[in-house]
């Protein structure tokens, strides 16, 4: 394994001690490891709240910050928090005005929540929830108990954050979330594996030269590996069954994330992204806002993650309003 | 050890399970790699450290706050999918284990709670190749020798070898829960690495029960 | 080779195409490839300007926009732009303040600056110019020109252009460039190869379990490859090697910051950067401010460089000044 | 051709130099491979592909037109170290290179301002083991051949002798400048790529000059 490391036994408060260190102004570390914003956000404001394994850097906590997230649970490396940490994080978020639990659809996370959202109930916080679940390539939108939340969740934390800035109630930036989640799409094609930092083994095993389109999910969307091609191929791919998914239409917008998922390059994710308008715009689809990035990574993992979200006036603001945090500023 | 289950009696089961996770975490990890991420073995030592630890800070009062503390212990360990499972399991045994000890019928009834528990927090049933593959096995053993009147050394050892049982059947199983149902088909031939750790509980449970302290 | 890419002769335009879509509220392309702020800079403000090869995504181009850059030269892959697009950045960024030109000390780059600042002499434009050197691996201070110029360049575009956001002149804007040149070092540590995207091939060979300190430069700060060691005593190895050339003591403070080459993970610059912090201040030394990101990256390459600058009481108000580019922004 | 090379000649002989790096690109990247980052023909296959547009797209009036327009395309095609170096060689040829046509001792001319204009531009000297290694050899055997009275032809032939044999006794130097520098004594053994590049120039236009159009 070629990796900086040190005792495995400590990779996850070391990182953070790092993290905290390098958006000193932005975030701090709080309680049994709980990130937060460095300066507060007024009580009559909904908070937002999430969590998730760590070793996907700079998710989650990067999103911590003006506009998007209060608090964030990063959990040991690839697995969730334990409940007892994230009923912390909720009471440490907890204010007249309510806290939105952002959920990725992982089972361990989702199992966590659960427990915790119960005893936070019964603590008579005043919390909601919402699970993003936008990965097309496990489950059918008919059918999503199996779909994954991947790098769309920045979506829901960007719009719905931004409604909690705005003074907007709990419910309404419930309604927010749950509009962008239902209106967008992920799908993630993977050419070479990561090593498990912990146990420096390779996660996944893939022979030089070709990819997966669905990321070893059931493959519903693509199948089992394929021999690479080139970006506009993939790119193609890709846009043409996430169209699909959401049932994009010409004269529609859409936001398009290109998110790299650790060793592949941002050169190569702006000629995806390239692409992608070019895609869209064949199909009478305007690409009104676009991104690329590593916003949330598997490691050294090569491959990229592509998310489409329709857009309309409500979102374009939303998306607009500006934030800043460790991982994403917009001004 | 008595014809009832006591505190101490309780605390050297829970020490011994953790002993037996313990030796087997690099079988658990192995297991889970081939369709899982391959720390199951990394996350239930942790689980199983944090328990340990719970045990030896502080004293607890009886048995169902002994294993309310394992519970906590575990839910608090970040264990990704397994940390939750097995924790609330031994937060609903507590809320089932009435009384100062457990015979065979109570210990019955504090486990029935805890899987109960469990199958409050999935959607996974019997068949799914997850821990309940081991863990309903185990815990229908044991209701059935309470039941029949048998005295709860004699139980546990029943429910120990339906949880082994269930942990070996369970390679022939397709998996359908937890990050192996991405592998469909592929996931039949090993067995679940969950069930594997169910199946060293309780002969943690098994062990610790038969010495004497 | 594992990359997502089309015709390798196209690589630079279209991976410009997706950059300015990916940031169109911030840059926009123009002229032949150059890449300047969408929003110009008043022309009583003294424009920055630089220039060198692509590859090494988010940089250069990145870093223009409000507090840093007006203008930058995107070269073709690994290699420098050609004099003429220089002297037509050159031209573009003219105005009565003055221009100052920030050339990495690289053979193409130094060339290709000579040859135009000579035009634009000529041409009598009122240009200045720095050459950042700042690779302690590969020269003493007493004789630099062998120092290649290294992520540091980051340093001075922030810096000068917070200097030239403030209205100063070029003169001073110059003196602020080369006091944050002479108090800058960088050491770079490599751990894998980077594959060269146009010819598919690696561009240095490593050893799995192998770490090459001063990345195959004369090796006079750690010679040769060597076995990779843990994070923290490769931070070690690193600051003392920096602080030494730097002459930093006891009492002073400095601005750390950690660049990931390309596949070496966010999560492992947080931990070296935590130990870094810790190394200086066994030394008696203040990290002033911090930063982690992969910000100058070589491809897929695993390592990262740390560079290290004496900060006093002016350069912190111009590092904490604002700026909103497409790849730091501070506020 | 007659004693003096005129437009025509001229731009047959960059072409043919054209036609001789394009054909050697896959050789010149090669030798950029031991100590370099391997894209010397890549590099000089864009410069000399950017000469042959220049030269189609717009006719020069004279010899001094033809050598500066081809110097400002190779200077525009972004390549790196080489680009400069090898487009100030041309557009100080234009410079030095007075009249219509050039007979032996005005070509030597041209090419001492050339070579003039490279080490302008670098600190690298004879032996630094750069393209200096064939590029004044060339030269030198060229103003040699035009003193002694040689004809245009035979001088260009001895200036292409002279830039082979540079290209092939610079394998026995030791880098100093250029990025093979950092090799220190390892990039000892194979020929500098940049004076490959100049023996394949020379040698084009000799080929150039001597066909007749
Ligand atoms: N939804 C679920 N329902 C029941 N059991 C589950 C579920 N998800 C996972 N498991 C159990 O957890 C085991 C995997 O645990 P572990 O590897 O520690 O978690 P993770 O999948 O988060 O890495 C599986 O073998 C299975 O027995
Ligand atoms: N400073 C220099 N002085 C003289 N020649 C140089 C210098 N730097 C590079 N060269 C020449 O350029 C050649 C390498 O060209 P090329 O590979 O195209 O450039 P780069 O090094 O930018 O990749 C070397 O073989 C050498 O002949
Ligand atoms: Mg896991
Ligand atoms: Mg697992
Ligand atoms: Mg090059
Ligand atoms: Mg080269």
């Given at each position: 394994m070629n990796k900086f490391l040190n005792d495995p036994a400590h990779l996850v408060p070391e990182l953070l001690e790092g993290f905290a260190l390098a958006h000193a102004g932005t975030v701090r570390l709080t309680g049994s490891r709980l990130v937060t914003r460095a300066r507060g956000k007024p009580a009559d404001k909904v908070a937002l709240v999430t969590l998730g394994g760590s070793g996907h850097e700079p998710a989650l906590s990067g999103y911590v910050g003006e506009g998007m997230l209060d608090v964030s649970v990063p959990g040991e490396i690839f697995a969730a928090p334990g409940p007892p940490r994230v009923l912390e994080a909720l009471r440490l978020a907890n204010r007249p005005a309510g806290v939105l639990l952002v959920v990725l659809n992982h089972e361990g996370?989702?199992?966590?929540?659960?427990?915790?959202?119960?005893?936070?109930?019964?603590?008579?916080?005043?919390?909601?929830?919402?699970?993003?679940?936008?990965?097309?390539?496990?489950?059918?939108?008919?059918?999503?108990?199996?779909?994954?939340?991947?790098?769309?969740?920045?979506?829901?934390?960007?719009?719905?954050?931004?409604?909690?800035?705005?003074?907007?109630?709990?419910?309404?930036?419930?309604?927010?979330?749950?509009?962008?989640?239902?209106?967008?799409?992920?799908?993630?094609?993977?050419?070479?594996?990561?090593?498990?930092?912990?146990?420096?083994?390779?996660?996944?095993?893939?022979?030089?030269?070709?990819?997966?389109?669905?990321?070893?999910?059931?493959?519903?969307?693509?199948?089992?590996?394929?021999?690479?091609?080139?970006?506009?191929?993939?790119?193609?791919?890709?846009?043409?069954?996430?169209?699909?998914?959401?049932?994009?239409?010409?004269?529609?917008?859409?936001?398009?994330?290109?998110?790299?998922?650790?060793?592949?390059?941002?050169?190569?994710?702006?000629?995806?992204?390239?692409?992608?308008?070019?895609?869209?715009?064949?199909?009478?689809?305007?690409?009104?806002?676009?991104?690329?990035?590593?916003?949330?990574?598997?490691?050294?993992?090569?491959?990229?993650?592509?998310?489409?979200?329709?857009?309309?006036?409500?979102?374009?603001?939303?998306?607009?309003?500006?934030?800043?945090?460790?991982?994403?500023s917009i001004r | 050890m008595p014809r009832a289950i006591g505190r101490e009696d309780l605390e050297r089961m829970l020490r011994s399970a953790a002993r037996q996770v313990l030796e087997g975490r690099a079988e658990l990890s192995r297991l889970d790699s081939f369709g899982g991420d391959g720390d199951h073995g990394t996350t239930m030592a942790r689980a199983m450290q944090s328990v340990l630890a719970a045990l030896d800070a502080a004293p607890a009062a009886g048995v169902n706050d002994l294993l309310r503390s394992a519970g906590w212990a575990i839910m608090g360990c970040d264990g990704g999918a397994a940390g939750p499972l097995f924790g609330s399991f031994f937060l609903a045994c507590a809320e089932g284990a009435a009384g100062e000890t457990l015979d065979a019928a109570a210990l019955a009834r504090a486990c029935e709670a805890g899987l109960a528990g469990v199958k409050k927090n999935t959607r996974a049933r019997l068949g799914d190749k997850t821990l309940l593959d081991a863990l309903e096995p185990a815990v229908s053993a044991l209701r059935a020798a309470a039941d029949s009147g048998t005295e709860v050394l004699a139980a546990l050892e029943r429910a120990a070898g339906a949880a082994a049982e269930g942990a070996r059947a369970s390679a022939r199983l397709r998996a359908r829960f937890g990050r192996a149902k991405n592998l469909g088909e592929r996931s039949v031939g090993q067995p679940d690495p969950g069930a594997a750790s169910v199946a060293l509980i309780f002969r943690g449970f098994l062990l610790g029960g038969q010495s004497d302290g």
């Open positions: 996370d989702v199992l966590s929540s659960n427990v915790a959202l119960e005893l936070a109930q019964k603590e008579g916080l005043k919390v909601r929830s919402v699970l993003t679940r936008e990965d097309i390539s496990a489950g059918t939108r008919a059918d999503p108990a199996e779909r994954r939340g991947l790098v769309g969740c920045l979506l829901v934390f960007k719009m719905a954050g931004a409604a909690a800035e705005a003074g907007r109630s709990l419910e309404q930036c419930l309604e927010v979330a749950e509009g962008v989640e239902r209106n967008m799409a992920t799908l993630a094609v993977a050419v070479s594996p990561a090593t498990h930092p912990a146990t420096g083994q390779p996660i996944s095993t893939l022979a030089a030269g070709e990819m997966v389109i669905g990321m070893g999910q059931h493959g519903e969307a693509g199948g089992g590996s394929r021999r690479l091609l080139s970006a506009d191929e993939t790119a193609d791919i890709m846009v043409e069954a996430l169209v699909q998914d959401l049932g994009l239409a010409s004269g529609e917008e859409a936001l398009a994330l290109v998110n790299g998922a650790g060793a592949t390059t941002l050169m190569e994710q702006y000629i995806v992204l390239r692409r992608v308008r070019r895609s869209l715009e064949e199909r009478g689809i305007r690409l009104a806002r676009a991104l690329a990035g590593s916003f949330l990574t598997v490691q050294e993992m090569g491959g990229f993650q592509l998310c489409l979200c329709r857009m309309n006036r409500e979102r374009l603001a939303l998306w607009d309003a500006p934030c800043h945090t460790p991982a994403l | -």
